[in-house]
């Protein structure tokens, strides 16, 4: 198993900055992909970036320019800057790994809170 904890979260004004991390440890394992999720309330859960262990990085497309996502390998944590922010970008935030396995397996995070205000 894997254990994912997240920190970073919190209440932040509209422009602002906040910096999410998300740390992995438990049984051996071997990392593909870390991501962050965002679910806005009322929303479906949905990718807002993610990254491989070769630094291949995806964005959604409303938080490009803004957010970046980072990974430390020898320490197995993913990191989310998140820059600008604006009301939009409110909800739970989610950390999730992929495994280097045939299966892949896939973790998630117990979600942290980012709330945006004016």
């Known amino acids: 198993q894997v254990l994912l904890v997240e920190s970073g979260g919190g209440l932040v004004q509209t422009g602002g900055s906040l910096r999410l991390a998300c740390v992995a440890s438990g049984s051996r394992f071997s990392i593909r992909t870390m991501a962050w999720y965002h679910q806005a309330p009322g929303k479906q859960r949905e990718l807002a970036a993610s990254?491989?262990?070769?630094?291949?990085?995806h964005y959604a497309d409303s938080v490009k320019g803004r957010f970046t996502i980072s990974m430390d390998n020898a320490k197995n944590t993913v990191y989310l800057q998140m820059n600008s922010l604006k009301a939009e970008d409110t909800g739970v935030y989610y950390c999730?790994?992929?495994?280097?396995?045939?299966?892949?397996?896939?973790?998630w995070g117990q979600g942290t809170q980012v709330t945006v205000s004016s």
């Open positions: 990254i491989t262990t070769s630094d291949t990085t």
């Open positions: 999730n790994l992929a495994t280097d396995t045939f299966p892949s397996y896939m973790y």
